[in-house]
């Protein structure tokens, strides 16, 4: 890849998932707030679209995988923006007389509808049960499966503000209607602004893209890892690709905990010998020396089975004095 074109596509990478992260969080203030204040869905509209173009702009140089997943996340967006207009538009009144419509002048709903013709994904709402899962705004406390607002049978994960938690989301609820048998999952992960916290995931077809971290344990299988902006965090990983790191610093690479893939279906032996957990790519070290900013962790560091176990073998969540025990064994040491 020309260095042209890997700039362009880390530069793209971090514009998108800021707004990726902003559009979700208006998207579920505005679900949460029972009618949505118009003014604010039309700025949401406008930002999708301003998000979309820059995307399409961007397809000449980005990755097929990754353009996969962009595409994926704008149709989900869109299609949930669409779904809050019709809910609040209000409905017609009941008139024999045509009336000839009104002129109208730019504006924010305009632009959306230009580019609509352009790109006609928000239609009807899908009736799929594929939606989003979120965690966001918790400070010391113990979240698993029963913690996310809403369930869905394939999902992206979106977990963001967390500091002095526990996530263990090894084990998610079962839902009956689930076209796959009832079993929860999710397909991609996003998670930003964690602090102290230890986060633990199964092993998932999907991408991980994760900002602003400080201080963090992370435990996940997943097809493609991508960290920006962070410090100190231990990542437990099974990867069949390069993770990719930038503008990190004090990175500590290690391969998923067999403590946790004996919980999985996956065979824990397949598991480990096709990851590339330590063949990190960092694109803040364009140098042919090695990257200072990230180190295998070392064995004596590596916490116990009996220590991640503190965490996920629990019928109940856990308390604060358990939290308290748990969390120095696993949690990198304060720097």
Known sequence: M???NKTRIQEFYATFQAARTDLSSRLEALKAGGQPDSDKL????ADAAKLRKEFIDANGYLPTYDQRQYEQ??????????????TSAPK?????????PKASTPSTAQTCADHAKEAPILSAPPTSSSSHLALSGHSHKYLDGGSLPSLASSSDLTISDLED?????LTLPSLSDAEDGGQCKFTA?????LSNTVLILPVFDGSALLHDLKRCTIA???HQFRMHASHAVDVYLSIESNPIIEHCSSIRFAEYPRALSSTLDASPSILHETSKHLAVQDF??????RSPNWSALPAEALPSGDDWGLVVRRDTSMSRDDMEEAMPRLLPAQQ
């Open 2 to 4: 020309e260095d042209s």
């Open 284 to 289: 803040s070290h364009i140098r042919a020396t």
């Open 42 to 45: 039309h700025a949401l509209v």
């Open 165 to 169: 938690c526990i996530v263990n989301l």
């Open 73 to 86: 996340f704008l149709k989900s967006v869109e299609a949930d923006i669409e779904s809050l207009r019709v």
């Open 92 to 100: 017609p009144k009941f008139a024999f007389k045509r009336r000839p």
């Open 220 to 222: 996940l299988g997943c």
């Open 189 to 193: 992960l996003h998670a930003r602004n």
